[in-house]
């Protein structure tokens, strides 16, 4: 595929203006179902500032899973807060006519059905300023209409095996492992639910604390788990109890809650009021959802609108429109697809936490994804408390480019508010400053604790994890802090509260690997005055590595970058230290290949464990080689040449290949590992990637295709914008 063909095929990129031209794209966009779901694999997602909803019609029933950003158990699984289930009599899906249909560009749910005897629409959306779910009915003639909230979560229950791949302990759990129940009765007014983390049974943070030897500082750390409580309540207007069921879904036991209209009418609305806290008592809080409550009836007239209108001008800020009269070419779906996702990333523009990378608020029930995995509907692989840095950049690299700065700040809060626990890493382990970020951090900045290893060598540094693909992987959190200098550069952000950040993450490595060379001799420094960064690690491939090229080309761009900010956001004394750092450190190695010089993953390894390629993150995400930039071929040549690069080539799932190829100006690479990227999914949905290497709906799978896409339109090389580049 040719440039030329390429610049037909992105037929706009509008820049500035143009909403009504817009708005009429993106209609073509929306995601319409003609015939009812089969299960919740086929379910459609639906949100709004940091909730989530999965929702499908089946067997004349609209269904519809409820997440929301935080809500973290005892072992630190992501669990989701139940099931609601709709019924309607007489019944609008029995006999006629169906739709099921996301209206993108107000970011909501419709479906509608009409037989001989009745037509209805109901509307699902999320408020995108407070954490409430509604659902509107209408219909031609009065119904009855029946809303029961279900739950698995009504007993407790045993995890064994990989059901505990969804929380913190993964394959490695240290004794009895519990799923402990929720609370869920009727009220006056509808359904209370909550799960509340138990005192009395030792949570996650206790267990890694004490784990990794950080007793003594534990009063000092950020414990986002104990005394945590989310939940809500579920009403209808003009509705009351109707009694309770059990039942099962997918293999899982459940319990439900009905509530039922006191007569038959033509109009019906159900709310879900969401809220998670972490209160010293219940009580306080259930006060905190009685303030939700006030807050969502005093606004319930003004809250749709605002909502949409919150929508319209996201959709507005930026687009990417590819042959938007050719529907259902390979390009149009690229485009589409990756309207869709971005829709997804931004239900949690506004969440405590960062959109997770394996399946984000809109994970389904996992035998859907894996026939041997018949755990219940909180299930996902790689736990839920677990972030990993090199999963988790990609979901938000790519809302530099569109424009989503908002929707940036949970990612870059989270390591923010875990700084001092990063801090007291390196004070605790090895007594210098900076901040030391694992690979795989928990929410409360340690290390997993399977990862970091149960059967650990009495001798060995307990600072590092026992773990062959973790072991040495510090440089992941620059890349967040570069994201952080890219906020400013881009949007003249205020990163003042970033700026100690980004200064302790650098501060580690000058402080930690001085350290390291005093340990092993007298001179912290190599005979050229640099330092030396062994033993290190190449993303989780090349292991006990010296001089990594991704670490090296992090901090060469992350020091360029600091440095390069005004003084009012670091003064010209801190700039002069951090120049310093960058003059000792070592320059990206090079070898040769067939001939070719190429671009090296690290001076020296020692093993090979993974399938990254980071020999190219000078490329991406770092910027040193590239479109406009001294020695491009050296990185084409790297690209095209290197042993390892060529066998681990892919699309799925986290792979990069596609962003290596538009960053190179490689038109026809860019272009077929784009369409494979952004191609439709496997799932009735066509954004719901997976599970690839993670799980279903691939978030990092879908970032790493808006990441490529955007990169083949347009580069920002310094001060220089490239249209088109590949």
């Not at 960064?533 to 080309?553: D, F, H, Q, R, V």
């Not at 999914?681 to 896409?709: V, Y």
Request: neutral net charge; aromatic residues 12%.
């Amino acid at each position: 595929m040719g440039a030329k063909k390429i610049l037909r095929l992105a037929t706009l990129i509008c820049l500035a203006g143009g909403s009504a031209r817009a708005g009429d794209v993106l209609q073509r966009y929306n995601v319409a179902w003609l015939t009812q779901s089969k299960n919740s694999s086929e379910s459609m997602p639906c949100g709004g500032g940091d909730v989530g909803l999965n929702v499908w019609t089946e067997n004349n029933e609209i269904l519809f899973y409820i997440s929301r950003s935080g809500t973290f158990d005892e072992n630190n699984a992501f669990l989701k807060l139940g099931r609601v289930r709709l019924n309607f009599a007489p019944n609008p899906f029995e006999n006629g006519t169906f739709r099921q249909e996301l209206m993108l560009q107000d970011g909501y749910v419709k479906i509608t059905g009409s037989n001989k005897n009745i037509a209805a629409e109901v509307t699902l959306w999320v408020d995108v300023f407070r954490p409430v779910a509604h659902v509107d009915v209408s219909s031609s003639k009065p119904m009855t209409v029946t809303a029961s909230y279900e739950t698995w979560r009504h007993k407790d229950r045993l995890l064994t095996g990989k059901a505990n791949n969804a929380n913190s302990y993964k394959w490695a759990p240290q004794g009895t492992v519990k799923l402990y129940k929720d609370s869920v009765a009727f009220t006056k007014n509808g359904v209370l639910f909550f799960h509340r983390n138990r005192a009395d049974v030792p949570n996650i943070f206790d267990v890694t604390v004490h784990q990794q030897g950080m007793d003594a500082v534990r009063h000092l750390m950020l414990d986002p788990i104990s005394n945590l409580t989310f939940g809500g309540v579920m009403q209808g207007k003009k509705m009351a109890a109707a009694g309770a069921y059990s039942g099962q879904y997918a293999g899982t036991e459940f319990r439900g809650y009905s509530l039922q209209s006191l007569s038959p009418s033509r109009q019906h609305r159900v709310e879900l009021a969401l809220h998670t806290a972490q209160t010293p008592t219940t009580e306080s809080w259930k006060n905190g959802l009685d303030s939700l409550l006030q807050e969502a009836k005093a606004q319930e007239k003004t809250a749709q609108k605002a909502s949409c209108r919150w929508w319209e001008n996201f959709w507005e800020r930026s687009y990417i429109f590819i042959s938007p009269d050719s529907a259902a070419t390979p390009q149009w779906q690229a485009g589409r697809n990756y309207q869709l996702f971005r829709y997804q990333l931004g239900c949690n523009a506004f969440g405590k936490y960062p959109t997770k990378f394996n399946g984000g608020l809109f994970t389904y029930d996992p035998c859907y994804v894996d026939s041997l995995q018949s755990f219940t509907p909180d299930h996902r692989a790689w736990g839920g408390g677990t972030f990993t840095a090199q999963n988790q950049r990609l979901v938000y690299f790519p809302m530099l480019r569109s424009g989503d700065f908002d929707a940036m700040k949970p990612q870059l809060d989270f390591y923010l508010n875990l700084l001092p626990n990063a801090e007291l890493r390196s004070k605790v382990y090895w007594r210098h400053g900076g901040a030391c970020f694992a690979e795989q951090i928990e929410n409360f900045g340690l290390p997993n604790c399977s990862e970091y290893g149960w059967k650990r060598p009495d001798f060995f540094d307990k600072g590092v994890e026992y773990n062959a693909w973790l072991e040495y992987e510090w440089d992941t959190a620059l890349e967040f802090c570069f994201m952080m200098l890219e906020l400013h550069r881009y949007a003249g952000k205020d990163i003042s509260a970033y700026v100690p950040l980004i200064e302790s993450c650098l501060r580690f490595f000058d402080e930690h690997y001085r350290y390291l060379a005093r340990q092993r001799g007298r001179k912290a420094l190599d005979e050229n005055n640099r330092l030396i960064l062994y033993p290190g690690s190449a993303c989780e491939t090349y292991k006990m590595a010296y001089n990594a090229t991704s670490t090296i080309a992090a901090l060469q761009t992350v020091l360029k970058g600091l440095t390069a900010l005004p003084d009012n956001l670091l003064s010209p004394q801190k700039k002069a230290e951090w120049s310093a750092m960058l003059s000792v450190l070592p320059p990206i190695t090079l070898r040769e290949v067939d001939g070719h010089a190429v671009i090296a993953p690290a001076k020296l390894w020692e093993r090979v464990s993974n399938t990254e390629t980071p020999q190219l993150y000078p490329v991406f995400p770092w910027g040193i080689y590239g479109v406009g930039l001294p020695d491009l071929n050296v990185a084409v040549n790297t690209y095209r040449y290197d042993p390892d690069a060529l066998k681990f080539r892919s699309h799925v799932g986290w792979k990069q290949d596609n962003i290596f190829a538009a960053r190179l100006g490689l038109t026809d690479e860019a272009a077929a590992l784009c369409l494979k990227k952004l191609g439709n999914a496997e799932r009735r949905f066509p954004s719901f990637w997976g599970p690839g290497f993670d799980w279903t709906p691939d978030h990092n799978w879908g970032g790493a295709g808006m990441i490529g896409l955007q990169e083949m339109l347009l580069q920002a090389v310094g001060e220089k914008i490239y249209l088109f580049p590949a």
